[in-house]
């Protein structure tokens, strides 16, 4: 059973900086595709970041690109993601989430996988 753990939410002021980590077990993780979503109060989730576990090639959404970096450890088996620069837009439950193929997508439902949740909430 796969399972996905995140941790290093938290308040932080406007300006500041996050780093979320997602510790992925139960499964060989090479042909999956690893991203961060996000859901605000009142909005849907949302795609926030992207990475192949083999290669490494990354996609970001409009609203976090040059703020945020998205990041694996495969050894580890954790993904991270650096957050700086943080605003208060970017208050939101993240998400780790794993779909069982191994190319991008940014679409919630080929996901099959998800963490519980970590609160980011950034303080203005």
């Known amino acids: 059973q796969v399972q996905l753990v995140e941790s290093g939410g938290g308040l932080v002021q406007a300006g500041g900086s996050l780093r979320l980590s997602c510790a992925a077990s139960?499964?060989?993780?090479?042909?999956?595709?690893m991203a961060w979503f996000r859901q605000a109060p009142g909005k849907e989730r949302e795609f926030v970041a992207g990475?192949?576990?083999?290669?490494?090639?990354?996609y970001y959404a409009d609203s976090v690109k040059g703020r945020f970096t998205i990041s694996r450890d495969n050894a580890k088996n954790t993904v991270y993601l650096q957050m700086n620069s943080l605003k208060p837009e970017d208050t939101a439950v993240y998400y780790c989430?794993?779909?069982?193929?191994?190319?991008?997508?940014?679409?919630?439902?080929?996901?099959?996988?998800w963490g519980q949740g970590t609160q980011v909430t950034v303080s203005s």
């Open positions: 989430a794993a779909a069982a193929r191994p190319f991008y997508t940014d679409y919630f439902g080929n996901y099959g996988y």
């Open positions: 139960g499964r060989t993780f090479s042909r999956y595709y």
């Open positions: 990475i192949r576990w083999t290669g490494g090639s990354t």
